[in-house]
């Protein structure tokens, strides 16, 4: 008996030695968030997006710094304000050997709105698209009812299937591999939900063939563990290296870790709307307070005074955020080239809540999530530690995200901490979201939980949404981010966070704003 | 015996019922899914539509009465995030935790019986005082520090064993299981001994406890008296007598090592149940969460059942007429 069992563990360990000794062109990733589905078009959600795109490409891709560059398409250009016209590559073949055609794009952008029982559908991104026609094989034009300058943006997102594919695949056909025909570099080979997801490599590629012959996914969603199996070697790469971590991996010579600012800023909003008897305004020493000093722009900027960013990016963030003085890093399109972070100012905080008539301050409570952005917990602690001691007697509460989001749209809060990442990587993502007056039939202000409204910041916003011309409308969407955050303060920028991957030493991963992890952008450095 | 089965499983049916009014109830009060599930760059046509299709535009009564006519006829509804069947989900990763579950009560019962019975009839030697002292850090030591220091210890440092997921499958019994093949079994260890390390310090206490209360007794010394030899003292009379309690603990937290696995799962990766529910919680998918606190209920009334008929094969004086549920 013993003997068998000495057996058995000899040759647990014998084979944990063969390991090691495995092909040099496989890769083992270690992912932070399972995937819920394989279907490119059923739930919109970085992680599935992130996965799918080895398999499925876009016709407009994006760079690392999310401009629009080309993917299946290999040209675009606006005909007039309300017509398009894209230029697909020749001979790409899907993985079932037949050529990518216009009539692909066309099943495509018509399944993608009536996915059954889509909980994050992706029609909002070819809702604008009211005609499209096949010109010729390799040729499409596309009419929108309104002048869209974001189509570009738009279709960057919309992962294209063959026509066989569109017209018959439900969900499931694609979470069984059925339906998992794409063009990508890589070819689907398995799926276990929750545990793996494991590819090769397309050798009928268009593009640059990538540097692996298969690619192992596994989803590790505890942080300490994920950097565990990195230093085991039991996986080459991580993405979301935790922070704590990052000084100690800085130090060890068996890894190397890059990062990359991220397109997601972590802000406050506040009730600038309600005229009285915001629900968390209270007097300084905890009395209900009629008046809501959170509609006075100066209050709002002695907030933003009030909070030290560079503190709480090198104590709490670990040096992973760079401090925010707009909705997005200044690298990305349609940002101000004059907004910078706010200093921090005690002094000129209270001067101007003394000038809006609070020299005695007042109190509020900061809600938050707690397991949504990276510390946000912590974050939030040191922002309402900063507003209590310089003014504004600041009570915290904190809450799971599901919690959070469903009280926060219903407008239950005074001051709240949230990010937004702009999935467009533009500008106008965070203004029409955040900061535009609320108007449910025009899609503006989904998320605007302040219900900040400004005349003048709508009308700029509109125009630009309405101006093809790229130039024209960058300089448009930062005016009104001079306006809307500069001069009026709808949201107090606190950092842009820092996403980290992590590889073993003799890999190199080039980081990217939209935190997307791409195997055919992991390179051996020899 | 049969009226007694009857009356449990009438009573299994009201449990189930209260249950799933609550966990509807209590997660209708949470929030809403929508808010969660659609992209938060989503406008409000995106959000009708999503919560037209999920069915939670319908008012909350409606709702209830939909799943529950769906559930007398076995379906416990759609997925909101994966758009299957809950109960499929659910199925689907109920073997990794079964066989986690199993390998780890295994560990716990093989070693912790007998190390029990050691310390309890040498109470006085140092080994005997070496394994209460151990099992006193199985006790007290959080089982997410355990897990991380065993992968640190037997994956990072000495590279014995692989740090986290679940190996190559075979198929047993028609479920597929990682534990019947040996770089299966590399996987599954450390999670295992991570999950068992609690039950394993539980069991030998527990063991130890009875066996010097029922070494005392009248029909132990009798036994002695009468020339029996000392294995057949232990092995019969003894071993036979501290089972009862010991049957009740392990079935008890054979349950609880199945459903609440979560922490040991999470850290090694394990694409067991326990994670499942937690994300599902998080994303507010009722029909997962709902048919999840349902099948665990339905587990630890059966196991439950188990045990009481144990009982009976045990002790022979108890009657499962006089337990009344």
């Known amino acids: 008996m013993i003997r068998t069992v000495a057996s058995a563990l000899g040759a647990l360990f014998a084979s944990s030695l063969l390991a090691v000794s495995a092909q040099a062109a496989d890769l083992t990733i270690g992912l932070s968030t399972p995937i819920t589905s394989l279907d490119p078009h059923f739930h919109q959600l970085t992680p599935n997006i992130s996965l799918a795109r080895h398999v499925f490409e876009t016709l407009i ?13 290999e040209s675009w250009k606006s005909l007039s304000d309300l017509e398009w016209e894209l230029k697909l ?11 990518f055609t216009a009539d692909d794009v066309i099943a495509t952008i018509k399944r993608v709105p009536n996915v059954p029982n889509s909980p994050a559908s992706y029609a909002f991104f070819v809702r604008p698209i009211v005609d499209i026609q096949a010109v010729d094989k390799y040729t499409l034009r596309l009419k929108t009812a309104k002048p869209h300058p974001l189509l570009p943006n738009d279709l960057s997102a919309v992962m294209m299937i063959p026509k066989s594919v569109a017209e018959t ?17 890589f070819r689907y080979v398995e799926y276990v939900p929750g545990d793996r997801v494991i590819m090769k490599r397309n050798d009928t590629y268009w593009g640059a063939k990538p540097a692996w012959d298969n690619v192992r996914f596994k989803m590790i969603p505890s942080a300490p563990a994920r950097v565990a199996a990195l230093l085991a070697g039991d996986v080459q790469l991580i993405e979301a290296v935790p922070t704590a971590d990052i000084a100690n991996l800085k130090k060890d010579k068996r890894v190397s870790l890059s990062s990359a600012v991220s397109n997601r800023i972590i802000y406050l909003h506040m009730d600038s709307d309600r005229e009285k008897n915001s629900p968390f305004v209270t007097t300084a020493d905890g009395k209900p307070m009629e008046a ?7 209050v709002r900027k002695a907030i933003s005074k009030m909070i030290d960013r560079d503190t709480i990016i090198a104590r709490i963030m670990e040096g992973q955020g760079v401090a925010a003085g707009q909705l997005l890093p200044e690298t990305f399109f349609g940002t101000s080239k004059t907004l910078k972070p706010e200093k921090y100012d005690p002094e000129g905080a209270k001067k101007l809540l003394a000038e809006a008539g609070y020299p005695n301050g007042f109190g509020i409570t900061l809600h938050a999530p707690n397991n949504r952005y990276i510390n946000d917990a912590a974050v939030a602690q040191a922002v309402a530690q900063f507003m209590s001691r310089n003014g504004i007697a600041t009570k915290l509460e904190t809450m799971p995200s599901n919690v959070f989001f469903s009280r926060g749209s219903k407008l239950e809060f005074s001051l709240l901490l949230a990010g937004w990442g702009a999935e467009t990587g533009e500008t106008s993502s965070p203004l029409r979201s955040l900061l535009a007056t609320f108007d449910k039939e025009q899609g503006l202000g989904a998320a605007n939980r302040g219900r900040f409204s400004d005349a003048g910041v709508d009308a700029v916003l509109s125009q630009a949404m309405t101006t093809i011309d790229d130039t024209k409308r960058g300089i448009l969407l930062a005016r009104a981010a001079e306006k809307a955050v500069g001069e009026l303060t709808g949201i107090v920028p606190l950092h842009y966070e820092v996403s980290t991957w992590a590889t073993r030493a003799g890999i190199t991963y080039k980081a990217r704003s939209d935190q997307y992890t791409f195997a055919y952008e992991v390179r051996p450095t020899k | 015996m049969m009226v007694f089965v009857l009356r449990r499983l009438a009573q299994t049916a009201l449990v189930l019922a209260i249950t799933s009014l609550l966990v509807f109830g209590g997660l209708y009060l949470i929030g809403d899914p929508v808010e969660i599930l659609v992209n938060p760059a989503a406008d409000q046509i995106e959000k009708d539509r999503a919560s037209k299709a999920l069915g939670l535009d319908k008012p909350i009564h409606e709702q209830y009465l939909g799943f529950v006519t769906g559930a007398l006829s076995g379906d416990l ?11 499929e989900v659910i199925s689907e990763r109920m073997p990794a935790t079964l066989e986690l579950a199993f390998l780890a009560m295994v560990i716990a019962v093989t070693l912790g019986v007998p190390l029990g019975l050691y310390a309890g009839l040498r109470p006085d030697s140092p080994v005997s005082k ?6 006193i850090l199985g006790f007290s030591l959080p089982t997410f520090w355990v897990g991380l220091i065993l992968i640190m210890v037997f994956a990072v440092q000495l590279g014995w064993l692989p740090s986290t997921g679940r190996g190559p499958t075979t198929e047993f019994l028609g479920l597929q299981l990682s534990i019947f093949n040996v770089e299966g079994l590399r996987y599954a260890l450390l999670p295992a001994i991570n999950l068992a390390l609690f039950k394993l310090s539980l069991i030998i206490r527990l063991t130890r406890a009875q066996v010097r209360e029922q070494s005392l007794l009248d029909y132990i010394r009798f036994a002695r008296a009468k020339g029996l030899a000392n294995r057949r003292v232990i092995g019969v009379h003894l071993l036979k007598n501290i089972m009862i309690p010991l049957v009740t603990v392990i079935g008890l937290e054979l349950g609880s090592v199945i459903a609440f696995a979560v922490v040991t799962e999470t850290i090694f990766a394990w694409p067991g149940m326990g994670k499942l529910v937690i994300d599902s919680i998080f994303q507010l998918d009722r029909p997962v969460v709902v048919a999840y606190l349902l099948v665990v209920v339905f587990m630890f009334i059966m196991i439950n059942l188990v045990v009481d008929l144990l009982y009976s094969t045990l002790d022979p004086r108890v009657r499962l007429s006089e337990l009344h549920g």
Request: no cysteine.
């Open chain 1, 169 to 185: 695949a439900k969900t499931e056909d694609f979470n069984s591999g059925k339906a998992m025909i794409g063009t990508g570099p």
């Open chain 1, 61 to 73: 891709e994006t760079d690392e710094n999310q401009r629009p560059k080309p993917g299946l398409a």
């Open chain 2, 130 to 135: 070496a394994i209460m002292a151990g099992s």
């Open chain 2, 77 to 87: 509804g759609n997925s909101f995030v994966y758009n299957r069947p809950a109960l």
């Open chain 1, 89 to 99: 590559r020749k001979g790409v073949k899907w993985h079932n050997g037949q050529e």
């Open chain 1, 292 to 298: 809501n000093p959170l509609r006075d722009p100066r």
